[in-house]
């Protein structure tokens, strides 16, 4: 099975998306799943992401691909899953027989789902205040970074934090509504395949 997942942003999102969708996919049932990140074209911010024509030809370009996952983060948009739905169907035409598209939007930027992997967080956070903040890269991602001393590191931490994350995926799926629900949505087409 291959998987394409496209990012809002490759660049840093890749290097925690990549692993944790491979342990999903495991956790799926699915451990052999050829799991890639969408580099051509790259998409450059959340506008381009929802643009359906722009998706579209993604579907086109990789008529390979059987699930094609869309990873955004929700930047405190409380309409952005409608806007997700509504993408879905535009692009449902597009899709190759058995194949789909599905798009979930982080809570409230992907880089909180590697903070939900892992096991050291400083014990004064919150977890219901990591996930609400309104910017919690700048706030609690990066800082964590710091604290860990892996700024210097390769893409400054995201590749380290986004495979040890995955380690942790039941962690991940525990705290992150948004994960467990994408996971049950790709049990859901698995399950209605011939």
């Known amino acids: ?40 074209p790259t998409l450059r911010g959340i506008s381009q992401a929802m643009d359906s024509e722009r998706i579209r030809s993604i579907i086109g370009q990789y008529r390979q691909v059987h699930l094609f996952l869309l990873c955004v983060d929700r930047d405190d948009n409380n309409g952005r899953r409608a806007l997700l739905d509504a993408l879905e169907d535009k692009c449902a035409p597009g899709l190759k027989a058995g194949a789909t598209l599905l798009a979930e939007h982080a809570h409230q930027e992907i ?26 890269k700048e706030h609690y991602f990066e800082p964590y970074v710091r604290q860990r001393g892996l700024q210097l ?4 931490g995201y590749t380290i934090l986004g495979k040890e994350a995955a380690t942790n995926y039941k962690s991940i799926r525990g705290r992150c509504e948004e994960v467990k629900n994408l996971e049950t949505r790709i049990q859901q087409w698995l399950a209605s395949r011939p």
């Open 153 to 156: 590191s390769p893409e400054n």
């Open 111 to 136: 880089e909180v789902w590697a903070l939900a992997g892992m096991q050291d967080l400083p014990s004064h956070w919150k977890w219901p205040d990591v996930r609400s903040a309104r910017d919690p």
């Open 1 to 40: 099975m291959n998987v394409l997942i496209i990012p809002e942003n490759h660049k840093r999102d890749q290097y925690i998306l990549k692993p944790i969708i491979e342990s999903m996919m495991a956790s799926v049932g699915r451990p052999s799943a050829h799991v890639r990140v969408c580099q051509n």
